[in-house]
């Protein structure tokens, strides 16, 4: 039964790999097989994809063109050169659209903004500003983050401390950032964050279909179709969490709905009000048709923005600060100074106020996103034929890959230093935080496409942050690994295993 599920492609490509690369699996560059292209070197080494690239880009200087088997159409750019970027994604933005592929690739997510172009694109961008700017609902971001830790994550923590025990603290992040967003999006808390851990069905489906989507990336198209049409493998585990997400999504829609039918109109809220209450309530002034379908889509995008980079981010960053004692002293400090001298040394949490004179923690912060980008990599297509800065030549069928993960790692771009984790950098003498172009630092896109919830995320980021570093102590299990997994979100592939203790009596 286990050979049926895992599928018979699988286990030949599998072989293959494993015979082809024996003898070659330390080159920097991918192979050029007869036939087969450079696809066996990336399927043998995906656990590692991310290294791996940045092996390469160093190599190549900076882009390098990855060859895929023949007649596949998996012919791939990959460039971290930051005057490609600007130009891709700034200069001649028209002519690098996602592309037709990418949202095949990507179909779970329906015509949300993730995969809209064009004309598409705009009106979902519109709406969605329209949405992050509003007062009313950043009066809710603020309330729902600070409800959010100090009445779930905190009693967590809390109790982590009291029994001793281990907890992966990715995990934890997980739901935290999944609670909140479920909140912002839908107003409804799930209540993920509990001392229980309970199952999550939808968390998991999230986790399930990004991870199949990876594999579509590896692989021919007409294979993952093959196993879509077929319902094995990967395609299978993405069928179901697309089933699950449905399900849920449709769930919450007329949950919603009913309770606006029984109150006439929702009542303005002193605390604001979460998107799907907006675009009911907007649909008219919105210019769009806020159909089940509309809305589903927009949900499961936004639910993804918010739950898995936020929480991806808080991850690594707390394991960077908790193995660098330097820089967690130094926040500290900074925390001290900027709180009345009465409550240094004693537990408390922080108001946006507070947090946006966290000079140092925004830099921190900066600096983690940099080494270790929540989503790793994106990818273009050019409309028509182009040249790229670099000299290198682009066609429509050729797809163009950023590796973000690959960029931060990169001398040329960030000095020698670059694999050090040195929230300095971000600084500038006159204390205050340096500006680095978005085409050097893509964490939150560049261009037209620069992420709308900027500064949703750093208020997300800088509550949790602040809370656990100046609250608690956060020591990593010895001998756990930590390494990237193989996914379209860079999460730890044996998750965040830590023991906390508390600071204060």
Same mark, same amino acid.
């Given at each position: 039964?286990?050979l049926i599920e895992?599928?018979?492609? +699988?286990?030949?490509l599998?072989?293959l790999c494993?015979f082809l ?11 050029n ?5 450079m696809?066996p070197?990336?399927l043998?080494?995906?656990?590692q ?8 880009m160093?190599?190549s200087?900076?882009t390098?063109l990855?060859?895929?088997p023949w007649f ?6 990959s460039?971290v050169?930051?005057a490609?970027?600007?130009?891709i994604?700034?200069?001649n933005?028209?002519n690098?659209?996602k ?17 809209a172009?064009?004309d ?7 709406t ?6 509003h007062q009313?609902?950043?009066k809710?971001l603020v309330?729902?983050s600070r409800d959010k830790? +100090?009445?779930?994550?905190?009693p967590?923590l809390?109790y982590i401390c009291d029994?001793g025990s281990?907890?992966d603290?990715q995990?934890?992040?997980?739901r935290f950032?999944?609670?909140t ?7 409804y ?5 509990s001392?229980?851990?309970?199952d999550v069905?939808f ?6 279909a ?6 579509r990336h ?14 094995i ?7 179901r969490?697309?089933?699950?997400l449905?399900y849920?999504?449709s769930k ?6 009913d309770?606006?039918?029984e109150g ?13 209450t ?15 379908n509309?809305?589903r889509?927009t ?6 923005a ?7 981010a ?5 394991w960077?600060?908790?193995t660098?004692p330097?820089?967690?002293k130094k926040?500290r400090?900074?925390?001290?100074f900027?709180i009345p001298?009465?409550e240094?040394?004693k537990?408390?949490?922080f108001n946006?106020?507070?947090?946006n004179?966290l000079?140092y ?5 900066c ?5 270790y980008?929540?989503v790793?990599f994106q990818h273009?297509?050019?409309?028509e034929?182009?040249?790229l800065?670099?000299?290198h030549?682009v066609?429509?069928k050729?797809?163009?890959m950023?590796?973000l993960?690959?960029?931060?790692r ?23 935080i340096?500006h680095e172009p978005?085409?050097?630092?893509l ?9 709308l919830g900027k +500064?949703?995320?750093?208020t997300?980021?800088?509550?949790v942050?602040?809370?656990i ?6 020591e990593l299990?010895k001998?756990h690994?930590?390494e ?6 860079l ?6 295993k830590?023991r906390?203790?508390?600071?204060w009596?």
């Amino acid at each position: 039964m286990a050979l049926i599920e895992l599928g018979y492609i +699988e286990i030949f490509l599998t072989m293959l790999c494993f015979f082809l690369f024996y003898f070659f699996r330390d080159s920097k560059y991918p192979i050029n097989w007869p036939i087969f292209g450079m696809l066996p070197g990336a399927l043998y080494h995906i656990q590692q994809i991310h290294e791996r690239c940045t092996m390469t880009m160093r190599a190549s200087g900076g882009t390098f063109l990855f060859k895929g088997p023949w007649f596949a159409n998996m012919d791939m750019l990959s460039t971290v050169d930051p005057a490609n970027v600007h130009y891709i994604m700034s200069a001649n933005f028209m002519n690098f659209p996602k592309g037709p592929k990418f949202k095949e690739m990507f179909d779970v997510l329906g015509n949300g903004i993730f995969n809209a172009d064009l004309d598409m694109w705009k009106i979902q961008r519109k709406t969605t500003r329209a949405l992050i700017t509003h007062q009313q609902f950043y009066k809710f971001l603020v309330k729902t983050s600070r409800d959010k830790v +100090e009445k779930g994550l905190i009693p967590v923590l809390d109790y982590i401390c009291d029994k001793g025990s281990i907890v992966d603290l990715q995990d934890l992040f997980q739901r935290f950032t999944f609670d909140t967003t479920c909140i912002l999006v839908t107003g409804y808390d799930p209540g993920c964050v509990s001392i229980d851990f309970p199952d999550v069905p939808f968390s998991k489906a999230m986790d399930d279909a990004e991870e199949a989507i990876l594999f579509r990336h590896a692989l021919p198209e007409i294979i993952w179709k093959l196993q879509r049409w077929l319902r094995i493998g990967e395609e299978k585990k993405l069928i179901r969490a697309r089933e699950t997400l449905d399900y849920t999504i449709s769930k919450y829609i007329s949950k919603k709905r009913d309770e606006l039918k029984e109150g006439d109109k929702l009542k303005e809220s002193e605390e604001g009000f979460d998107l799907l209450t907006f675009y009911l309530k907007e649909e008219e002034n919105l210019g769009v048709k806020c159909d089940d379908n509309y809305l589903r889509d927009t949900i499961l995008n936004l639910m993804i923005a918010g739950r898995d980079t936020t929480s991806s981010a808080l991850t690594w960053f707390i394991w960077l600060v908790s193995t660098n004692p330097q820089v967690e002293k130094k926040i500290r400090d900074e925390i001290n100074f900027i709180i009345p001298k009465q409550e240094v040394g004693k537990w408390r949490l922080f108001n946006v106020q507070e947090l946006n004179k966290l000079v140092y923690l925004h830099g921190a912060l900066c600096d983690s996103l940099r080494l270790y980008p929540p989503v790793p990599f994106q990818h273009k297509e050019p409309l028509e034929k182009d040249i790229l800065p670099s000299g290198h030549k682009v066609h429509p069928k050729l797809k163009i890959m950023f590796s973000l993960y690959a960029m931060g790692r990169m001398e040329s771009i960030w000095g020698k230093d670059c694999l050090e984790f040195k929230p300095e950098r971000w600084i500038s003498d006159r204390g205050t935080i340096k500006h680095e172009p978005s085409y050097k630092f893509l964490a939150f896109n560049a261009g037209p496409r620069t992420c709308l919830g900027k +500064e949703v995320a750093f208020t997300q980021m800088k509550a949790v942050a602040a809370a656990i570093i100046h609250n608690y102590q956060v020591e990593l299990v010895k001998g756990h690994p930590i390494e990237p997994n193989a996914s379209i979100i860079l999460y730890m592939r044996h998750g965040f295993k830590v023991r906390i203790s508390r600071r204060w009596p």
